[in-house]
Every structure is written in structure tokens, then in C-alpha cells.
């Protein structure tokens, strides 16, 4: 990811996420060296991308996205390769991850890869008010996930 790809991501972040990262929030990992990946068709055009940062002798992954059109196509599990073989290169132990307890599609690809659920953050994501479907505002568990890379899948 370079800076020229910013608009793209954080279009694609916000149809994506009830909670976005914003635009600033994608340069600033840029900034901080941050790990920050997309993957494109051969036209250039950005169909999904990760943000990782190595924390002492692991790797968190922070966001991973794939355009809304684009899911369930084998794009979330190219990026986790990349995820995985750049925090091998880097010599991890391991990864970590949050995610929503309500995003089942990605807690399958999460396992897929051979991740474990090792504990929750109960309340964690905010949930915004949906007044078109009649939705307060709330909050939402996150599982936590990691993986000893000496454990990654394929």
C-alpha cells in the first residue's frame, strides 16, 4: 500500500465495516511502518488489503478487507498468506487478532488458516445506532485469535 491507494482502501473500509478506519488512520499506519498490503487485479485496481504491526517478537493483525463484491472469491485467504509469509520473514512467533463475534465468515477463514479462539473481549466493538432498522447503538464481543506460526496452514 502507498499513499495513492488510500482512497480506494478507505472507500472500501467504510462499505465494509460498521466501524471504519478512516482515511488518516490508513496514512498514519503508513507512517508508523506499519505493515499495510493490497492486493490488485492486473488493471491496478485495489480489491482488498491488510494492516499488521509487529509488537515485540509477534504480529497483530489489525484490519484485513476484501471489496463487498469481491467476498467469498479465496481474496481473504490470499491476503492472509501474505500476512503470514511477511510475519515469518519477519521471524514471529505469532499472530494475533481480533475480530467480531458476529463476523463468522471471517472467524472460519481465521481457523481455515489455523487459528484458535484463546479468549474474549466482552463489549468491545461499538455497534452504531441503525434507526432504518430500528437498531440502538450498542456493543459487541470480540474474540480473540492467534496462531504459533510453527501451526499455519497453507
Not at 44 to 62: I, K, N
Not at 97 to 125: C, D, H, T
Request: glycine share 10%.
Amino acid at each position: 500500500m502507498d499513499e495513492a491507494d488510500i482512497p480506494r482502501v478507505a472507500e472500501i473500509e467504510s462499505l465494509q465495516n460498521q466501524v471504519p478506519w478512516s482515511a488518516q488512520s490508513f496514512a498514519d499506519a503508513l507512517r508508523y511502518g506499519w505493515h499495510c498490503r493490497v492486493l490488485k487485479d492486473a488493471a491496478g485496481l485495489v480489491l482488498g488489503y491488510c494492516v499488521t504491526m509487529t509488537a515485540g517478537d509477534d504480529e497483530e493483525l489489525l484490519t484485513i478487507t476484501v471489496r463487498p463484491d469481491l467476498t467469498r472469491q479465496g481474496l481473504g485467504k490470499l491476503l492472509m498468506q501474505e500476512v503470514l509469509a511477511g510475519a515469518q520473514q519477519r521471524h514471529a512467533g505469532q499472530i494475533f487478532l481480533e475480530v467480531r463475534e458476529s463476523n463468522q465468515g471471517a472467524i472460519r477463514l481465521y481457523e481455515q488458516m489455523g487459528f484458535k479462539i484463546g479468549g474474549m473481549r466482552k463489549n468491545y466493538y461499538p455497534i452504531p445506532a441503525d434507526p432504518l432498522m430500528l437498531r440502538p447503538a450498542g456493543r459487541e464481543h470480540a474474540l480473540l485469535m492467534s496462531l504459533s506460526l510453527g501451526e499455519a496452514q497453507p
